[in-house]
């Protein structure tokens, strides 16, 4: 019995040690484990922090911990939200503030809207019993404090005058944004309401964060006639075509006034020609159009909505459509209804900083196309290539008004500027004719074309049936190359970059 106690104990003694040190390990392992993980989430922490995460996030032990998260919700001290909340607290919208009776009809107010369309405030506001605003502030310009009384504390009269978006809108956070979804296709597009005067810069994170959408290696901006037009059937392929196989090539943005009506017509018949609406969504094609020209803009009032939209082909109303075939809208907004001029601004503005770049963001080459347009169209063009950054604009000849008297200034203004007079005259006879001017006004478009044209290596003539090489992309790419000012290697390197080895071949070498 003793020799068979002996043998157990030993063996009960080994397998207790063997039993300790295993849990030992897994004391060890465990705690190794924690430790990890605790380094993981501290790593996590800096890595937020370092990203942008809003500073001091983490309530002080004097302030209560929910009024600390409201407050840094509201104040976005980082300045960086994502997703919607990023659009809530980042884009703005603008809106009339101050009702001021407009000169013809006393029931109506200079931003175009009726009385009875202002909220109870507004009207309270504008008759005395409110306090009047000032909201408007640019960079650059101080903002001057408005208030009804002097420095010496007395009560002053505040005739407001003629109304005015500087006096009379305010600035709110954007209550406009969301998905369309156009009935009778499987097409959905992105919308958003913005201020006319939104920092480019959040425009371009809207579309590249929030969106989602690539960085392109070409923006091709379109501009040309608002109403309808014919274009012979020749030029109307050629355009087509021309279009879609630069967007192809260069996964371009396309920049367009985003309403079913003019040039728009037209690139929405190129969009047809790849086979229906499935495939526009191979291309981005972005519409900048003013918010106070939709027709039934109160439709897209919602946050991150969906709506069905079915566009009217017979529109007798001053108000627009959008057109179907783009898949981005920024609906420009400065606090007037059925004016144009909104979407002019944050074009521009949107347009010179994705040409220009910044120490974040390289240049991307941008082209200007036009096609037909009107006077407005040649100050466009004139602004393309006489300011900073100087984009070149390629002229379709044989499309109508616009195109064609530019074309043909191009053809009979010297390199230096000069026009004689016999060719003078006959442009002042074409656009009295074409435009309805008089002799004086046509006299100062006139040196607007002079100065267009006399810039040769930043205009360039399409004129189909010219050249053996008669494809508008090919036209494109060359007036890129040509007005871009680069040495050989580097028009290469973006030749290659576009995909288009037969521009490198046929215009560098």
């Given at each position: 019995?003793?020799?068979?106690?002996?043998?157990?104990?030993?063996?009960?003694?080994?397998?207790?040690?063997?039993?300790?040190?295993?849990?030992?390990?897994?004391?060890?392992?465990?705690?190794?484990?924690?430790?990890?993980?605790?380094?993981?989430?501290?790593?996590?922490?800096?890595?937020?922090?370092?990203?942008?995460?809003?500073?001091?996030?983490?309530?002080?032990?004097?302030?209560?911990?929910?009024?600390?998260?409201?407050?840094?919700?509201?104040?976005?001290?980082?300045?960086?939200?994502?997703?919607?909340?990023?659009?809530?607290?980042?884009?703005?919208?603008?809106?009339?503030?101050?009702?001021?009776?407009?000169?013809?009809?006393?029931?109506?107010?200079?931003?175009?809207?009726?009385?009875?369309?202002?909220?109870?405030?507004?009207?309270?506001?504008?008759?005395?019993?409110?306090?009047?605003?000032?909201?408007?502030?640019?960079?650059?310009?101080?903002?001057?404090?408005?208030?009804?009384?002097?420095?010496?504390?007395?009560?002053?009269?505040?005739?407001?005058?003629?109304?005015?978006?500087?006096?009379?809108?305010?600035?709110?956070?954007?209550?406009?944004?969301?998905?369309?979804?156009?009935?009778?296709?499987?097409?959905?597009?992105?919308?958003?309401?913005?201020?006319?005067?939104?920092?480019?810069?959040?425009?371009?994170?809207?579309?590249?964060?929030?969106?989602?959408?690539?960085?392109?290696?070409?923006?091709?901006?379109?501009?040309?006639?608002?109403?309808?037009?014919?274009?012979?059937?020749?030029?109307?392929?050629?355009?087509?075509?021309?279009?879609?196989?630069?967007?192809?090539?260069?996964d371009a943005w396309i920049i367009t006034s985003g309403l079913d009506e003019g040039v728009v017509r037209h690139l929405d018949s190129a969009l047809h020609d790849q086979g229906t609406h499935h495939a526009a969504?191979?291309?981005?094609?972005?519409?900048?159009?003013?918010?106070?020209?939709?027709?039934?803009?109160?439709?897209?009032?919602?946050?991150?909505?969906?709506?069905?939209?079915?566009?009217?082909?017979?529109?007798?109303?001053?108000?627009?459509?959008?057109?179907?075939?783009?898949?981005?809208?920024?609906?420009?907004?400065?606090?007037?209804?059925?004016?144009?001029?909104?979407?002019?601004?944050?074009?521009?503005?949107?347009?010179?900083?994705?040409?220009?770049?910044?120490?974040?963001?390289?240049?991307?080459?941008?082209?200007?196309?036009?096609?037909?347009?009107?006077?407005?169209?040649?100050?466009?063009?004139?602004?393309?290539?006489?300011?900073?950054?100087?984009?070149?604009?390629?002229?379709?000849?044989?499309?109508?008004?616009?195109?064609?008297?530019?074309?043909?200034?191009?053809?009979?203004?010297?390199?230096?500027?000069?026009?004689?007079?016999?060719?003078?005259?006959?442009?002042?006879?074409?656009?009295?004719?074409?435009?309805?001017?008089?002799?004086?006004?046509?006299?100062?478009?006139?040196?607007?074309?002079?100065?267009?044209?006399?810039?040769?290596?930043?205009?360039?003539?399409?004129?189909?049936?010219?050249?053996?090489?008669?494809?508008?992309?090919?036209?494109?790419?060359?007036?890129?190359?040509?007005?871009?000012?680069?040495?050989?290697?580097?028009?290469?390197?973006?030749?290659?970059?576009?995909?288009?080895?037969?521009?490198?071949?046929?215009?560098?070498?």
């Amino acid at each position: 019995m003793d020799r068979k106690r002996g043998s157990i104990v030993p063996a009960i003694h080994k397998a207790v040690e063997e039993s300790l040190r295993a849990n030992s390990v897994t004391v060890e392992e465990n705690e190794v484990e924690r430790e990890t993980q605790r380094k993981k989430r501290r790593k996590k922490q800096r890595s937020t922090s370092a990203d942008g995460a809003a500073p001091l996030n983490t309530a002080p032990r004097h302030v209560q911990k929910f009024d600390w998260k409201d407050m840094l919700h509201l104040a976005d001290i980082s300045g960086r939200k994502k997703g919607k909340n990023w659009i809530e607290c980042r884009l703005k919208m603008r809106q009339c503030s101050y009702f001021v009776p407009s000169q013809r009809f006393s029931e109506r107010c200079g931003c175009g809207k009726e009385k009875s369309k202002h909220s109870e405030e507004v009207l309270e506001r504008s008759h005395g019993k409110g306090h009047p605003l000032n909201h408007l502030t640019l960079p650059g310009i101080q903002e001057v404090d408005t208030t009804d009384a002097d420095v010496d504390g007395n009560e002053i009269n505040l005739a407001p005058g003629r109304w005015s978006i500087q006096s009379h809108t305010e600035v709110l956070p954007t209550d406009s944004y969301g998905n369309i979804a156009f009935e009778g296709t499987a097409h959905h597009a992105q919308y958003a309401r913005v201020s006319f005067d939104t920092d480019p810069r959040d425009i371009v994170h809207l579309m590249m964060k929030v969106w989602k959408l690539k960085p392109p290696k070409l923006i091709i901006t379109i501009n040309g006639g608002l109403t309808k037009f014919d274009l012979q059937p020749k030029l109307a392929r050629t355009f087509r075509k021309g279009i879609m196989k630069i967007a192809k090539s260069t996964d371009a943005w396309i920049i367009t006034s985003g309403l079913d009506e003019g040039v728009v017509r037209h690139l929405d018949s190129a969009l047809h020609d790849q086979g229906t609406h499935h495939a526009a969504k191979k291309h981005v094609a972005i519409g900048i159009a003013s918010w106070g020209m939709l027709k039934q803009r109160n439709r897209f009032v919602g946050k991150d909505s969906t709506v069905t939209y079915a566009t009217n082909m017979f529109n007798n109303t001053r108000l627009k459509e959008l057109n179907d075939n783009h898949s981005y809208f920024l609906f420009s907004d400065n606090g007037t209804v059925n004016r144009y001029g909104a979407e002019i601004i944050l074009r521009k503005r949107l347009e010179t900083y994705l040409a220009q770049g910044d120490k974040k963001r390289s240049a991307i080459p941008l082209i200007c196309v036009v096609l037909e347009g009107g006077a407005f169209t040649i100050k466009m063009v004139h602004d393309y290539v006489t300011t900073i950054p100087r984009i070149p604009v390629i002229i379709c000849d044989g499309s109508g008004r616009a195109a064609d008297i530019l074309a043909f200034a191009h053809q009979t203004v010297s390199q230096n500027g000069f026009l004689s007079d016999n060719i003078r005259n006959q442009l002042v006879n074409i656009i009295r004719r074409v435009f309805g001017y008089d002799p004086k006004t046509a006299q100062k478009m006139i040196k607007q074309i002079v100065e267009c044209t006399s810039n040769k290596s930043l205009m360039t003539i399409f004129r189909f049936g010219e050249s053996s090489r008669e494809d508008l992309d090919h036209a494109i790419m060359s007036c890129l190359l040509k007005g871009q000012n680069l040495s050989p290697p580097e028009q290469l390197q973006l030749a290659l970059a576009w995909n288009r080895a037969d521009i490198a071949r046929t215009e560098i070498f």
